[in-house]
């Protein structure tokens, strides 16, 4: 059950572009241009050095003629592929970026495959459960020369090309059938699947194919797939066509006509990260009665006559009884710990928070990063921020570890606990906040 061979590097790893030593993980010529153009069309994918290239926080798979490349996330204190692997094809569904029926089959038959290979198993079976069901059918007005009368008579043609044929009469009618656009869609990813994979993938393939016989081929040329409308019948299609719009980037024929373009499939992991936060918090909060507003804009940090000129955007605010309680911002970085043993955030991101606390008049805010195990001697305290309208302001850092399926919340030395947001919010329920109470909770 594998596909095409994979070259297999972590995020912000470095690939050299050529090997003394005849080794096959490095970058040919090809692959270099490839992708020089997948750069282009995602800035920030990766970086050009003398000797190489070094990948930054997307992770995915980027296709090349004889092979692909996979970028998996560095996870914890893991640096396995296997186990980098595992957490990325989770995390992509639980923060609502991969369609359904992933993790439960892919958990338990990816020891040796690639991403390609989940992606691919994970379509195949969306493509069983229709096929049980029965392909989705459509109305559709077919023009016809015919003997009998079928449906309507279309006398412009009859009057004229058939004037002389009263043996023939031509109809327009209506047929239900299954050869529309979402069938065609997942034949087209089923007969690129039978080409490029080997294996039970190759022969679950072929035999989902004999159900397509009777749909229409069309035939991918590496451009944009057009989209594609549901309704009440055909919802039950929307994570199948999903997989199969990855399914037929990721094998473009252009590819193996010679393009150099590379077709891939890459997830930014701040995206990721910022997603499986999101879940952490709602779930969290759902018995307490706040309200999360994800990439809030509704404050500025500095206007022109009235007009915004320099605008925010924070992760999650979270309010109760229409005030705002704390500000939330989601950071995938890999944080260190300063000489005295505290985490050590970027300036940026201490700035960002004063930007947040001044403009939403905020005083509890919350940074949360990965937990890796470098954070495990970490000493915990606020980071203490300049007062605001004579009231100190609070930085928490949170540390989520996306290695525990459930995305614990991991407090160093002292295990796992709750957010702090929860804290806040129960807290700012039951009586006024007041510094003491706390500096009593979260000192």
């Not at 296997?82 to 369609?99: E, I, K």
């Not at 294996?199 to 035939?219: E, P, V, Y």
């Not at 989209?227 to 037929?248: C, H, K, N, T």
């Not at 459930?406 to 807290?427: E, K």
Request: aromatic share 8%; glycine share 6%.
């Amino acid at each position: 059950m594998t596909s095409p061979a994979s070259l297999v590097v972590l995020e912000h790893e470095f690939l050299p572009y050529w090997s003394r030593t005849g080794a096959t993980n490095h970058l040919g010529e090809r692959e270099v241009s490839a992708l020089h153009e997948a750069n282009a069309s995602r800035p920030g994918f990766c970086d050009f050095l003398a000797d190489g290239v070094r990948f930054r926080q997307f992770c995915g798979i980027v296709g090349f003629q004889s092979r692909s490349l996979e970028i998996l996330p560095k996870v914890g204190g893991q640096d396995h592929p296997d186990a980098c692997r595992t957490v990325l094809l989770r995390c992509l569904q639980d923060a609502g970026l991969a369609p359904h029926r992933l993790r439960s089959k892919a958990a338990q038959t990816l020891k040796s495959a690639t991403l390609l290979d989940a992606f691919i198993d994970a379509y195949l079976d969306e493509v069983a459960t229709l096929l049980q069901q029965g392909l989705y059918k459509r109305y559709r007005t077919d023009l016809e020369d015919l003997n009998v009368v079928r449906g309507k008579i279309v006398f412009r043609r009859q009057a004229t090309a058939l004037a002389h044929r009263p043996d023939v009469i031509h109809c327009a009618f209506d047929e239900l059938t299954a050869d529309n656009a979402l069938n065609r869609l997942l034949k087209c990813a089923l007969q690129l699947v039978s080409k490029s994979a080997s294996g039970q993938l190759q022969k679950r393939s072929l035999t989902q194919l004999w159900s397509f016989a009777h749909i229409a081929d069309i035939i991918h040329s590496g451009k944009a797939l057009p989209s594609l409308s549901f309704d009440r019948q055909s919802e039950r299609y929307r994570s199948a066509v999903q997989w199969a719009r990855w399914i037929v980037q990721l094998l473009s024929p252009s590819l193996r006509a010679g393009a150099t373009q590379a077709p891939s499939l890459l997830f930014d992991m701040n995206k990721v990260f910022e997603g499986l936060v999101s879940r952490k918090i709602r779930q969290d909060l759902a018995h307490l009665g706040g309200r999360v507003a994800a990439q809030d804009v509704s404050t500025c940090l500095a206007t022109y006559a009235g007009n915004t000129a320099i605008g925010l955007r924070p992760d999650f605010v979270l309010r109760r009884d229409e005030s705002i309680r704390a500000i939330v911002d989601a950071k995938w970085k890999h944080l260190r710990l300063d000489a005295s043993g505290f985490p050590q955030p970027s300036e940026k991101d201490v700035y960002q928070m004063l930007a947040y606390a001044a403009a939403f008049k905020c005083h509890d805010l919350i940074l949360v990063y990965p937990w890796h195990e470098g954070l495990s001697r970490a000493r915990r305290a606020p980071l203490l921020l300049p007062e605001i309208h004579g009231t100190r302001v609070r930085v928490e850092l949170e540390f989520l570890d996306i290695a525990d399926p459930s995305y614990a919340v991991v407090q160093s030395r002292s295990g796992t606990h709750a957010g702090i947001w929860a804290n806040l919010l129960d807290l700012a329920g039951s009586s006024p906040s007041t510094a003491a109470e706390k500096n009593r909770l979260f000192s």
